[in-house]
């Protein structure tokens, strides 16, 4: 990782506006410590930020995380990026979670699973509500891409990023799209 704006045992964030909101992200000294989708305000979204990384300094991202940041603003533009390079730091992520954001990044822009299949890929049909919990505790959102598990039937299940299952239902509109549906929503 590229050690521009990144001081050992510190945690960075940036903001960034992208076709559905303000998201933001938070880095360590090895990788993507976290994403942040749009809350109902820049303020809302600046506020969680501080909740989830207590201490977090707001500073220029670091190349690889700019890249992180600019596939995220490309994806959610409309654009078919693969995030499945960016480096997450999964240390405190429990292994269960971690094999379904495996699997789940294996999902294609625009394309979508059921919590079922996604299960039934982790070799325990039975576990679709462990997926389901565990895609809830996402904290990697847009490049661990929840938004594209969807319930049985096609049906869109929760959604715990964002403002919830709208959230979920624009980015997967934006995903199949061939450029963004909506306009950036106003700063308040």
Partial sequence: MDATARTTGDIGVAFFATAIGECAIAWNDTAIAGVQLPERTPRA??????????????????????????????????????????ALDMRDVPGFNRRVYEIARTVAPGATITYGELAAK???????????????????????????????????????????????????????????????????
């Fill in 122 to 188: 982790l070799g325990d049909p039975a576990a679709a509500r462990d997926v389901g919990r565990a895609l809830g505790e996402n904290p990697f959102p847009i490049v661990v891409p929840c938004h594209r598990v969807l319930a049985a039937g096609g049906r869109t299940g929760g959604f715990s990023g964002g403002m919830g299952v709208a959230t979920k239902l624009r980015m997967l509109a934006i995903e199949r799209s061939a450029g963004p549906l909506f306009d950036h929503p106003a700063s308040s």
């Fill in 45 to 86: 979204t600046r506020a969680r930020m501080s909740r989830r990384f207590p201490g977090a300094h707001e500073l220029s991202p670091p190349s690889d995380v700019r890249a992180a940041m600019d596939g995220m603003i490309a994806l959610l533009a409309g654009e078919a990026r693969d995030l499945s390079a960016v």
